[in-house]
DNA sequence: CCAATGCATAATGTATACAATAAGCTGCGC
DNA sequence: GCGCAGCTTATTGTATACATTATGCATTGG
């Protein structure tokens, strides 16, 4: 994407993110021009492709408002990316090569340094959550896949559950990781795919634990 | 979308299922404009999209072409399908009313019509197993399914699929929406989710059957 | 007082001019 | 003859003006 078409996608997703836009708010194109400092053009372009990840949402009438999603909608999200994310992992242990399983290693000692200090690094975790998973999906091999897969991982909801993770989360998830290391090394297919399943099952949990005011554990921050 | 952006959205699609541009064409923005019609605003927005739906593919240097598909991209596609119309079969058992399983009980008839005549008529077996998915989509009830199968179930070589189906392929289709019938009636997902799978992967099996020389069966047409 | 119609306003859709960038070509130096 | 530099042309990116369409309000008729 070129410059200001990617600056205003970008800007626009970080209020959304942010919480600057919140959720149900229309939004106008010539606003939006006005606060990332480019014209309607490349506005419309970056609003296009906001609408096919469904952060945003536009009315019969060519209305666009930032998308408010349901538990329902989220629950959605989760079942679809533990189906993605699981046949990735099978695929993945089929063609993982020495280089990319090193990779992962890499990526998930990082993992844990960050989890195991006294104030754990929430920061590096999803940095190196985000380069984990990645790597997974790159060995997949399946552009299609990817693309899908790209939909779902970014968006709102999914980001904002890392956030309401508890220490115990974040270390339970390094210890799946290195499950899903062993399937990588044997190449089972099988295996893989349920430990990434659950681990994305998981992750949907502490989800709707952290967010319907359950809170059986305490939070990090 | 708008009439200019519809008309060049469905313009060039056609153009592209219909071969008259061929995978690996670079396409210019300005020569689509014309063609259509209309100005290369519109065009830009439809390409965007037929990007977003793998039509196309652009080069790290903004040129576009009409992609081109290997074996392997379409097996990708058909195992995705498969899972994806799976889940939806699986859901749609659960949530399925009277009222819509009447309308697939009706579409399915006028399969069984289309494809029962000494000459089947293909054009119309498309129209109402196109419908007869759609209702189970729709009977799944999630947004995100529905727009992430979007991508998918458009895409040219699935489309094409249909073009090589044998008339036997076809009755079993007819048998096995029967067979799904059954399943929804006794809102049973897991064999709602088994008979959806196999026959998306029949279909695949079919179009590689077709397109690898093999033709074991007769062709239609 | 309610409803419907028409006008005023505001938003999105499209065309076009211009800017930036990439590709291709020509000629020069080696 | 080969390769690279710089210019020329072709193509995409952005801004803006104008067209079209939706929305809300006011006015009028019932």
Same mark, same amino acid.
């Given at each position: 994407m070129s410059r200001a078409s990617e600056q205003a996608y970008s800007q626009i997703r970080g209020m959304i993110l942010s919480g600057a836009l919140p959720p149900g708010d229309q939004i106008r194109e010539e606003w939006l021009a006005e606060q990332c400092g480019v014209s309607r053009t490349p506005v419309r372009e970056a609003l296009r492709r906001l609408e096919s990840e469904l952060?945003?949402?536009?009315?019969?009438?060519?209305?666009?408002?930032?998308?408010?999603?349901?538990?329902?909608?989220? @629950?959605?999200a989760f079942?679809?990316?533990?189906?993605?994310? #699981?046949? !990735?992992?099978?695929?993945? &242990? *089929?063609? =993982?090569?020495?280089?990319?399983l090193a990779?992962?290693?890499?990526?998930?000692e990082a993992i844990g340094r960050a989890v195991s200090a006294d104030v754990p690094d929430?920061?590096?975790?999803?940095?190196?959550?985000?380069?984990?998973?990645?790597?997974?999906?790159?060995?997949?091999?399946?552009?299609r896949l990817t693309n899908l897969l790209a939909r779902l991982i970014e968006q709102p909801v999914v980001w904002r559950t890392a956030q309401s993770y508890?220490?115990?989360?974040?270390?339970?998830?390094?210890?799946?990781?290195? @499950?899903?290391l062993a399937a990588f090394a044997r190449?089972?297919? #099988?295996? !893989?795919?349920?430990?990434? &399943? *659950?681990? =994305?099952r998981r992750a949907f949990h502490t989800y709707s634990d952290a967010h319907l005011g359950k809170k059986p554990r305490s939070a990090i921050s």
């Open positions: 952060f945003i949402r536009r009315s019969e009438r060519q209305r666009s408002f930032v998308a408010d999603w349901s538990l329902d909608d989220i @629950e959605d079942v679809l990316r533990e189906m993605m994310e #699981g046949l !990735a992992a099978r695929r993945a &242990a *089929g063609r =993982i090569t020495s280089v990319q990779s992962l290693k890499a990526e998930n929430v920061h590096a975790f999803l940095k190196h959550n985000k380069s984990f998973h990645e790597i997974i999906l790159d060995a997949a091999a399946s552009a508890d220490v115990s989360d974040l270390q339970r998830s390094h210890r799946e990781h290195n @499950e899903l190449k089972d297919g #099988g295996w !893989a795919e349920s430990v990434m &399943a *659950g681990h =994305i």
